[in-house]
């Protein structure tokens, strides 16, 4: 069973930048959609970016679009989030989703079967 491993966050100030790494841990990432989501205190689990196995599909939410880059790495088997100009609104825990999928990206919380544990990201104003 696939488990996703992340890392990279922490405390950074408004307009600063992060990335995020994503690793698996027990098998590969090989033939797996993989999506990037974030949870703010109080707050539901919200979609972030997603990348189809090829990396050659790309999905963003509206509030990250030209900010944020997802990226992956297939021969070193990890998923990135690149951050940048971040907002204190962009403060959150943010998790790695994964999914066999042959083809195509995968935008809906509900349709991913594995996730990380999360990382914290901490944008202060």
């Known amino acids: 069973q696939v488990q996703a491993v992340e890392s990279g966050g922490g405390l950074v100030q408004a307009g600063g930048s992060l990335r995020l790494s994503c690793a698996p841990s027990g098998r590969t990432f090989s033939n797996y959609a993989m999506g990037w989501f974030r949870q703010a205190p109080g707050k539901e689990r919200e979609f972030v970016a997603a990348?189809?196995?090829?990396?050659?599909?790309?999905y963003y939410a509206d509030s990250v679009k030209d900010r944020f880059t997802i990226s992956r790495d297939n021969a070193e088997n990890t998923v990135y989030l690149q951050m940048n100009s971040l907002k204190p609104e962009d403060t959150a825990v943010y998790y790695c989703?994964?999914?066999?999928?042959?083809?195509?990206?995968?935008?809906?919380?509900?349709?991913?079967?594995?996730w990380g544990q999360g990382t914290q990201v901490t944008v202060s104003s």
């Open positions: 990348i189809s196995w090829s990396g050659s599909s790309t």
């Open positions: 989703a994964a999914q066999h999928i042959i083809a195509g990206a995968i935008t809906a919380i509900d349709e991913y079967d594995y």
